[in-house]
């Protein structure tokens, strides 16, 4: 018989053929192939080779591979173990020993000014914190303060007491943007933020916001909406309060909407008149305060009552909103 069988279908079926999987016919062209062709009797002598163990060298080479892979996985944990240790070390540092900048109104500061001599005490609002440090900045008489706290440890006081001398006779003291001290008067946190939003302008509708905000006119009087005037002089602020009030809590109210009137009247430039509309026992009023009364009642040009930090202090001390109302008049 002659053979025509390529080696490439004789090589597919000689896994077959060592496990007699082929029939006689199909026997007979192989052997015949593999009669002639060295190549495909190589082939076949190697498949049927049995399974050899690795020799010994071998065995040394995989032995040695497992080793290095073996030390690798404990390099990469100590390295990842030596990470984590730094990690908590710089951790804890920062959290009890060098600390972070701690914002004002976190910290109890009082200050008393001697001249050109500071002398600070304060501590940490938190319980869990304490001072770590006390830095001072200074630029033509006016003092910053800015205190750095840490977690509660072993480490620090929970208080401090320091005197700083200055270059020139001071003549403000801050905490961070806090005025707590201007020209011999002791400033409040209210005064302080409410300062710091004067402006000039009535149609500056945000800016007009943050002056309501800090005095905190939503937490006594409730929400409410607004209309500005602009027109013509005077300049109003209306403000349309949105929840009624009761016989039992509309003089409280009216006492709380002139104060707040005063010291608006004070911080806006150009703001000439404010006016509230509301509601008390089921009937509508409205009530207007004017630059006018707001300076009788200032004993001084109400302007001039918002024109620096210790005369605005005085001012919200006769209106009575320093230690200012935190509720509506319902819960006073």
């Not at 001599?117 to 303060?145: F, K, W």
Request: hydrophobic share 35%; glycine share 6%.
């Amino acid at each position: 018989m002659k053979n025509k069988m390529p080696c490439e279908l004789i090589r597919d079926l000689l896994p077959s053929y060592i496990d007699h999987l082929t029939s006689e016919v199909t026997n007979l062209y192989i052997e015949e192939h593999l009669a002639e062709c060295e190549e495909c009797c190589r082939i076949l002598g190697v498949m049927r080779e049995p399974y050899r163990e690795p020799e010994e060298k071998e065995k040394q080479e995989i032995d040695f591979l497992k080793k290095i892979k073996k030390r690798t996985k404990i390099t990469v944990l100590r390295s990842m173990l030596a990470v984590m240790a730094v990690c908590g070390i710089i951790w804890f540092a920062k959290v009890f020993i060098f600390g972070t900048c701690a914002y004002s109104e976190y910290m109890d500061c009082s200050v008393r000014v001697d001249g050109n001599q500071l002398t600070v005490s304060g501590s940490a609002g938190d319980n869990d914190l304490e001072i770590a440090g006390v830095r001072y900045s200074e630029e033509d008489g006016v003092i910053t303060i800015s205190f750095r706290c840490v977690q509660k440890g072993p480490f620090y006081s929970g208080s401090i007491t320091e005197t700083y001398s200055a270059e020139k006779e001071i003549t403000e003291v801050r905490v961070d943007n806090r005025i707590v001290w201007y020209r011999g008067k002791v400033i409040s946190s209210v005064t302080s933020n409410v300062y710091h939003t004067k402006h000039l302008y009535i149609g500056n509708m945000p800016e007009n916001i943050r002056t309501a905000n800090a005095l905190h006119i939503e937490k006594v009087l409730g929400d409410f909406t607004n209309e500005l005037q602009t027109g013509k002089e005077p300049y109003e602020w209306k403000l349309i309060l949105q929840e009624p009030f009761t016989s039992q809590e509309i003089l409280t109210a009216k006492e709380a909407m002139r104060s707040y009137a005063y010291v608006m009247l004070a911080v806006i430039d150009n703001l000439g008149k404010v006016s509230y509309e509301y509601t008390a026992d089921q009937e509508e009023y409205t009530m207007s305060i004017t630059s006018e009364e707001a300076s009788e009642f200032a004993g001084e040009n109400i302007k001039a009552a918002g024109a620096d930090a210790a005369s605005l202090e005085r001012l919200l001390e006769k209106a009575g909103l320093v230690g200012v109302r935190c509720a509506k008049p319902a819960d006073m």
